[in-house]
Structure formats: C-alpha cells, structure tokens
C-alpha cells in the first residue's frame, strides 16, 4: 500500500497517512520511539527509501524510526489484510505438512485435481491470489481439519473503530 501523505495529532497522539483514498490512524503508543512533550516530532516524511509504503519521523533528540503502512492495516484491522495473513499462515503450515506427509507432490496433484503449477502456487506464501477454499482443499488431502474459531478481541472496547 503506497502512502500519498502523512501527519500527526499531538493532542490525539496519532499518525494519520493516507492511502487507498481513505485516512488511517496509529497511535504513539504502540511506537518503539515514542515521541513526547519533551521530545516531540521534528521531521516526519514519507520515505522513498521504503518505496513509500513506510514513513520515517525524528524526535528533538534526534532518534528517529520508520512505521510501514502494513502497521496500520493491522492496527486497524483491515479486512483484505486479516485475509493475506490467514493465507500465508496456511501457506506455511500447508508447505510444514507437505514435507512431513510422505506423499508425493504427483499424488497430492492428482488428489486435488490441479497441476504441479498451481500446488506451487498454492505452496507459494508470497502468493496472496489463491482462495481460501484451494488452501483448504489442499490441506484435507494432506489429513488437517482446519478450524475457525471467533474470539472477542482483548482490547475491543478500548479503541474506537
């Protein structure tokens, strides 16, 4: 996600970019350099050096750190993010299963009805345009039961969607 600009509210103490024609909030809090009244914010852009998918900031003190633009997808909980993160923990543990199965890929391809391309793809974690039901599928064949469970999230009713 390319980053189009970047502020920041003292009294809020949040960072504000915008991206994806819509604003996004992080707060200081979850900095590991935080900026305080001390030692506020003197310098704040957003880096080229991180493809301007980040931002960098320096304090009065002259420490300085950078937020990618990912921090705040998963701060804010955006939906497509949650998504890419689930696939690449299925990837993961799908590429575990795999090497442990004793089945060869020829087999897992027959069983799945697909090619030795698209099982690559499948096993590929970087890969964010497979479903969710072709993960699934692929683990079946390799004997996992994938369970969805829902939690209330611990800090819900602290933060203001």
Wanted: net charge positive.
């Amino acid at each position: 996600m390319k980053i189009k600009s970047v502020s920041y509210n003292n009294r809020k103490k949040v960072f504000i970019i915008t991206a994806r024609g819509r604003g996004w909030s992080f707060p200081y809090a979850k900095l590991d350099v935080k900026p305080t009244a001390d030692d506020p914010i003197v310098n704040l852009y957003v880096d080229a050096k991180l493809a301007r998918e980040g931002f960098t900031y320096t304090l009065r003190s002259g420490r300085e750190d950078s937020v990618l633009a990912d921090q705040f997808l998963d701060y804010n909980r955006d939906p497509n993010y949650m998504r890419d993160m689930m696939l690449y923990r299925l990837s993961l543990e799908a590429q575990k299963r795999v090497a442990s199965s004793g089945l060869a890929k020829r087999e897992i391809t027959l069983r799945l009805g697909t090619s030795a391309s698209q099982l690559c793809r499948l096993l590929d974690q970087t890969n964010y345009r497979k479903s969710i039901d072709h993960m699934l599928a692929l683990l079946q064949v390799l004997d996992c039961e994938v369970e969805l469970s829902v939690h209330p999230r611990a800090s819900a009713g602290r933060r203001a969607a």
